[in-house]
């Protein structure tokens, strides 16, 4: 089937002021040359019959996802989205509706729309039928809608050729470790081209959830609250998670070549960074330093596959205990470094990162405070981190402690990312990793 005549030419003139608007959509800082529409697949029935139609109207609406093509005009490599769109043949004048943020284009009396507001069209894309929807807003980089307040349809944005490694790593757990993560139901996949791509995947909702992030705010503005429990609960999770994604997944040994790939991977962040924050500079010793450690780590480090995104808002307080959520690494990076085995320090060290963060994000904990907030705030964070490492150590044996070169340069790996991160997004936050740098590069600074 084909999708009901359009101007397409007019649709991507329309998509290069409309996809840069959008929340999830990460290139903002690269100017678009212009947009286009690389492929359509429909998921109604064909305009003008029964089942493609809303009740109460006399023409059907059209359900086509959009797989276009960013261009910029640095000339780097394209990217490739998805946009779900709603295309309404009935639709009144732009200038007689009022203001539509999922209004995408009016094409000669057609209304074109993102089809995620649409529940008629989430029912289409899903094959079941669907009542209501209601976005979740704590995502960002792709779309995550409430559906029927019994699932999350979880819509990927930006596509790569194969499984996305959010399904692929989810269906992997399943046999191994399905208690530690929400109910997987299903995915939206199909092929372009003898290409397979993933557009969506389907988890069991869980409305009686609360996400990490905000129970540990919560626990800090508790006077003498202990998150400590939580966090070992945390720790004891990932590491049963680690331990059945190296059952899943073939693993390898990080010889010398990788360690001197690790080392100057940490190089190269360093000087990023500090091209954004000149204050950095005071940590050239101290990085130069862990780099030469690492080259001479003795002993094997295997790689395997990680969660590669891992922080307190991808964690799920449920009555059963603590889910955690989003395998898809870290959006920023490129796909093949998503789906490549990673040391699980990098794992580690994001969560004793993000523990640190929610300490120190409680309004008078900065460096400005007095010393009662910003000693209560060190020790949440030191229990914390303490607590998470006690946990891990129980669920695999191996205590990440015992490998301090390692989870040290994971650690400043990390806390050179978000000093960079913040200073360009959230100037207000650079404190945050600007002092955490100090304290791991205390007596190494000249």
């Given at each position: 089937?084909?999708?009901?005549?359009?101007?397409?030419?007019?649709?991507?003139?329309?998509?290069?002021?409309?996809?840069?608007?959008?929340?999830?959509?990460?290139?903002?800082?690269?100017?678009?040359?212009?947009?286009?529409?690389?492929?359509?697949?429909?998921?109604?029935?064909?305009?003008?019959?029964?089942?493609?139609?809303?009740?109460?109207?006399?023409?059907?609406?059209?359900?086509?996802?959009?797989?276009?093509?960013?261009?910029?005009?640095?000339?780097?490599?394209?990217?490739?989205?998805?946009?779900?769109?709603?295309?309404?043949?009935?639709?009144?004048?732009?200038?007689?509706?009022?203001?539509?943020?999922?209004?995408?284009?009016?094409?000669?009396?057609?209304?074109?729309?993102?089809?995620?507001?649409?529940?008629?069209?989430?029912?289409?894309l899903?094959?079941?039928?669907?009542?209501?929807?209601?976005?979740?807003?704590?995502?960002?980089?792709?779309?995550?809608?409430?559906?029927?307040?019994?699932?999350?349809?979880?819509?990927?944005?930006?596509?790569?050729?194969?499984?996305?490694?959010?399904?692929?790593?989810?269906?992997?757990?399943?046999?191994?470790?399905?208690?530690?993560?929400?109910?997987?139901?299903?995915?939206v996949?199909?092929?372009?081209?003898?290409?397979?791509?993933?557009?969506?995947?389907?988890?069991?909702?869980?409305?009686?959830?609360?996400?990490?992030?905000?129970a540990?705010?919560?626990?800090?503005?508790?006077?003498?609250?202990?998150?400590?429990?939580?966090?070992?609960?945390?720790?004891?999770?990932?590491?049963?998670?680690?331990?059945?994604?190296?059952?899943?997944?073939?693993?390898?040994?990080?010889?010398?070549?990788?360690?001197?790939?690790?080392?100057?991977?940490?190089?190269?962040?360093?000087?990023?960074?500090?091209?954004?924050?000149?204050?950095?500079?005071?940590?050239?010793?101290?990085?130069?330093?862990?780099?030469?450690?690492?080259?001479?780590?003795?002993?094997?480090?295997?790689?395997?596959?990680i969660?590669?995104?891992?922080?307190?808002?991808?964690?799920?307080?449920?009555?059963?205990?603590?889910?955690?959520?989003?395998?898809?690494?870290?959006?920023?990076?490129?796909?093949?470094?998503?789906?490549?085995?990673?040391?699980?320090?990098?794992?580690?060290?994001?969560?004793?990162r993000?523990?640190?963060?929610a300490?120190?994000?409680?309004?008078?904990?900065?460096?400005?405070?007095?010393?009662?907030?910003?000693?209560?705030?060190?020790?949440f964070?030191?229990?914390?981190?303490?607590?998470?490492?006690?946990?891990?150590?129980?669920?695999?044996?191996?205590?990440?402690?015992?490998?301090?070169?390692?989870?040290?340069?994971?650690?400043?790996?990390?806390?050179?990312?978000e000093?960079?991160?913040?200073?360009?997004?959230?100037?207000q936050?650079?404190?945050?990793?600007?002092?955490?740098?100090?304290?791991?590069?205390?007596?190494?600074?000249?």
């Open positions: 089937m084909t999708p009901p005549a359009l101007a397409w030419g007019s649709l991507e003139h329309a998509l290069k002021t409309w996809l840069p608007r959008q929340r999830w959509y990460p290139a903002k800082n690269r100017p678009l040359s212009h947009v286009s529409i690389a492929h359509t697949w429909p998921f109604t029935p064909t305009p003008g019959s029964g089942p493609g139609r809303r009740a109460g109207e006399g023409r059907a609406v059209a359900g086509v996802v959009l797989v276009t093509r960013a261009h910029f005009a640095d000339g780097r490599p394209t990217e490739t989205y998805q946009i779900p769109v709603g295309i309404h043949p009935a639709a009144t004048p732009a200038a007689s509706r009022p203001h539509d943020p999922a209004t995408i284009a009016h094409l000669d009396g057609t209304h074109v729309y993102e089809a995620t507001a649409d529940p008629h069209l989430i029912g289409h899903t094959g079941r039928p669907v009542a209501t929807t209601r976005p979740l807003n704590a995502e960002q980089t792709n779309t995550s809608l409430i559906v029927d307040e019994t699932h999350v349809l979880k819509i990927f944005r930006r596509l790569h050729t194969g499984t996305n490694p959010d399904l692929e790593l989810q269906r992997a757990l399943r046999p191994l470790a399905a208690d530690h993560t929400p109910p997987l139901a299903g995915a996949e199909g092929d372009i081209d003898g290409r397979r791509f993933t557009y969506a995947l389907i988890t069991r909702y869980l409305p009686a959830a609360t996400d990490g992030w905000q540990a705010l919560a626990a800090l503005a508790t006077p003498h609250a202990d998150f400590t429990a939580d966090a070992h609960a945390m720790g004891t999770t990932t590491g049963r998670i680690h331990t059945a994604l190296a059952t899943a997944f073939p693993t390898r040994t990080l010889d010398t070549a990788g360690l001197t790939a690790l080392a100057a991977h940490l190089t190269r962040r360093y000087h990023a960074a500090r091209a954004l924050v000149p204050a950095l500079a005071r940590h050239e010793r101290a990085v130069y330093h862990a780099c030469q450690a690492l080259t001479h780590v003795s002993g094997p480090v295997r790689l395997q596959r969660h590669g995104d891992l922080h307190l808002g991808q964690w799920l307080r449920c009555p059963q205990g603590w889910l955690l959520t989003d395998f898809e690494g870290e959006p920023a990076q490129p796909i093949d470094h998503r789906t490549r085995p990673h040391s699980t320090h990098a794992d580690i060290a994001a969560m004793l993000s523990f640190d963060y300490a120190h994000h409680t309004p008078g904990s900065g460096p400005a405070a007095g010393d009662g907030p910003r000693a209560a705030a060190a020790r964070a030191e229990r914390a981190q303490q607590a998470f490492l006690d946990g891990y150590t129980t669920a695999t044996g191996d205590d990440p402690r015992h490998h301090p070169v390692l989870l040290r340069a994971h650690l400043l790996d990390k806390a050179l990312y000093a960079a991160y913040e200073t360009t997004h959230r100037p936050r650079a404190a945050i990793p600007l002092a955490a740098l100090d304290r791991l590069t205390e007596g190494d600074t000249p």
